[in-house]
């Protein structure tokens, strides 16, 4: 079965600074994609990174990148110079080939003026 | 395109009264989900259909949810009846196929309350 967690209920972070969301995840698939969500207020579910179990190299988007820790199960995603528009709710997601997706139950990321 | 379409966006009921939520799917995405997200339990799968079929509906909670997809462009959840616990935010996602490397886009989601 999968798991994913995320330890940090909420973070808050000085605009333009880098923060960085923590998710461990757990599978005993060898076939897996990992996600990373944001809900805004606006509650729509925005998909922010994805990366591919396979392979080793970090996926990054624009200010968002990921760490991807492999034998540590690990999957954290960074976001540099913060913006007021960052301040969401960010989920970390697993899925398994021929599974469902499984989600974190989130961080809340507050951006500081 | 518009995006998944969800409607309503908002619906109060009273226990006991059956409730039919709606989902129109991206044109051309052959794979629907419908989650549930709650402050206990967070973000949760019902069901979801690949080419109209249902593939996994583990994740429907009991027999008072019903889903259907009739055809490719919409898609149905449905309580009855209704309780005070079934109230949540109801989310409606598609994507181009079931692989579990496709991005899922999701509708802005249902509040539901049941008093």
């Known amino acids: 079965a999968q798991t994913v967690t995320q330890s940090q209920p909420e973070m808050s972070v000085q605009e333009a600074e880098t923060v960085t969301l923590s998710c461990t995840y757990d599978?005993?698939?060898?076939?897996?994609?990992l996600f990373w969500y944001k809900q805004p207020p606006s509650r729509q579910m925005i998909l922010v990174i994805r990366q591919e179990a396979y392979k080793q190299q970090n996926a990054t988007e624009n200010r968002f990148s990921v760490n991807f820790q492999k034998a540590a199960k690990s999957f954290s995603l960074k976001i540099s110079d913060s913006q007021l528009g960052d301040a969401a709710m960010y989920f970390c997601a697993s899925r398994n080939r021929d599974d469902k997706i499984i989600f974190g139950k989130g961080t809340r990321l507050h951006i500081l003026p | 395109d518009a995006g998944v379409i969800q409607s309503p966006r908002h619906e109060v009921t009273e226990m006991g009264q059956e409730v039919t939520l709606r989902c129109k799917p991206i044109?051309?995405?052959?794979?629907l989900f419908w989650y549930r997200q709650t402050m206990m339990r967070g973000l949760e799968l019902l069901i979801y259909?690949?080419?109209?079929?249902?593939?996994?509906d583990s994740g429907m909670p009991e027999d008072r949810f019903s889903a259907k997809m009739p055809n490719a462009s919409f898609s149905t959840l449905k309580i009855q009846p209704s309780e005070p616990r079934d109230s949540a935010v109801y989310f409606c996602a598609s994507s181009l196929g079931r692989a579990h490397y496709n991005e899922q886009f999701f509708g802005p989601g249902t509040r539901l309350t049941v008093l």
């Open positions: 259909f690949n080419n109209n079929v249902p593939i996994d």
């Open positions: 044109s051309g995405h052959n794979s």
């Open positions: 599978t005993s698939e060898s076939d897996y994609y």
